[in-house]
């Protein structure tokens, strides 16, 4: 009855407004005092700084911090143009565009709202003006900013793999085929979209433009090869390629394209601080919410449940699959990760599922929860951007996340689509 209560109190504070990590700090305070336990409560600051001070976590600044270089350093657009002289071609050009072009930048930057708030206002601006629709424009714009965070490098493998204990260089790897699939799922979507409205699309482009925009966006799209390069090589840690991406990105934007100067630095690491302090401040009141729920004994009473409802694996999977994506509605996808990893892993231990694939299944929910209301952060996000009401862009979004979700379907009961790639590259 206490979690019930717990999660209830912690969820109607979110719909009431609170910020989410208030919400957490405060519901976990406040069930300890009620508790006749408030002598726990000094414990709070050092809980939420023992939840933050893991070396993989520093990743996440500097792959903000990269993002944020990119989409001032002229890479987006350039990673744009590239797209289209690719796929432009095909029925609903932009909207093939618009999904190539974040595989391209999610292999960059690692965050679904820096690729919303940075490509997406490139591609918005670009389907608006040639006779797209603004409620197509923005729902798939917000749909394939979800790619990010599961090809890699992503921040969300970071925070699964320091949570957990997990090979993030695995993690890493098992995120390639879930997001070429998520990107052909929405690709197809939009094919039919289109098709039935009657989107236009570009001309069938010639080989010289094809050579001219890979030629210009050549060093943009050699930063992905590096980082994933560098640690499939060994060269580099992911923390430590979280870095070289802030570098190289800073390099070649200041210095080779010239899109911003050295005056503007200040300004583009202050964004990236207050971002990086939005999700590290999430991830410390989760900490001590965490803490209250083994102090409770929360996860071992969940996994009780669970096996008393079945003990088919396959059957708990799709109620796993289901309670993430559920929470996802109402809570930011760090904040469910962090909440209920502790809960989870035991269960897949003892239902042996593997650790890696459970990480890309995890991932894939907080993306559907990106896209849904009341808290999804890359519906808000592009809803904000491109002026669309978020009633008329969340039914936009329908036919996309049915595709991401039977991705999903496919990652939770097809375990090779995972982990084939790591597997391959990184035997045991």
Not at 235 to 245: L, Y
Not at 291 to 302: A, C, D, G, R
Not at 308 to 320: A, D, H, M, R, S
Request: charged share 10%; glycine share 10%; hydrophobic share 55%.
């Amino acid at each position: 009855m206490l979690t019930l209560v717990i999660f209830v109190v912690l969820v109607g504070m979110v719909m009431l407004g609170v910020p989410i990590f208030a919400a957490m700090g405060l519901t976990a305070a406040g069930t300890f005092i009620l508790l006749g336990e408030a002598f726990v409560l000094p414990m709070m600051a050092q809980r939420m700084y023992v939840a933050t001070t893991g070396f993989t976590l520093l990743a996440i600044p500097f792959f903000i911090l990269a993002g944020n270089l990119m989409n001032y350093g002229g890479i987006t657009h350039r990673v744009f143009d590239f797209a289209r002289a690719l796929v432009g071609h095909i029925r609903g050009g932009l909207g093939h565009v618009n999904v190539v072009a974040s595989m391209i930048f999610s292999g960059m930057s690692g965050a679904a709202v820096a690729d919303a708030a940075g490509l997406g206002v490139v591609e918005m601006k670009a389907m608006t003006e040639n006779g797209y629709d603004k409620e197509f424009s923005a729902a798939i714009t917000a749909a394939s900013s979800t790619i990010g965070p599961v090809v890699p490098p992503s921040i969300a493998f970071v925070i699964y793999g320091s949570i957990t204990g997990v090979s993030i260089v695995k993690l890493f790897m098992a995120g390639f085929v879930p997001g070429l699939l998520m990107g052909l799922a929405l690709m197809i979507a939009v094919y039919f979209v289109a098709k039935k409205r009657g989107y236009p699309k570009d001309p069938t482009p010639v080989f010289g433009l094809i050579w001219q925009t890979f030629t210009g966006s050549f060093l943009a799209l050699l930063m992905p090869i590096i980082i994933i390069g560098g640690i499939l090589g060994g060269i580099f840690t992911p923390t430590e390629a979280a870095v070289v991406a802030s570098v190289y990105a800073f390099v070649i934007g200041c210095f080779v394209y010239k899109e911003f100067k050295l005056k503007d630095v200040p300004e583009i690491v202050w964004e990236s601080i207050k971002q990086s302090v939005r999700v590290l401040f999430i991830i410390a009141t989760a900490g001590f919410f965490g803490w209250l729920m083994i102090h409770q004994s929360i996860p071992e009473q969940v996994i009780s449940g669970l096996t008393t409802v079945t003990e088919n694996k396959y059957v708990l999977l799709i109620i796993v699959v289901c309670v993430l994506i559920i929470l996802g509605c109402f809570l930011e996808g760090i904040a469910v990760m962090v909440i209920t990893i502790p809960i989870f892993m035991k269960i897949i231990g003892q239902f042996q599922i593997d650790p890696i694939q459970f990480g890309v299944i995890m991932v894939l929910c907080s993306m559907i929860g990106l896209l849904t209301p009341p808290v999804g952060m890359s519906l808000y996000a592009v809803a904000t951007i491109s002026n669309v009401s978020i009633g008329r862009l969340t039914r936009e979004l329908f036919p996309y996340l049915l595709g991401i979700f039977i991705v999903t379907l496919m990652i939770t009961y097809i375990p090779t689509v995972s982990l084939w790639l790591p597997n391959i590259l990184m035997p045991e």
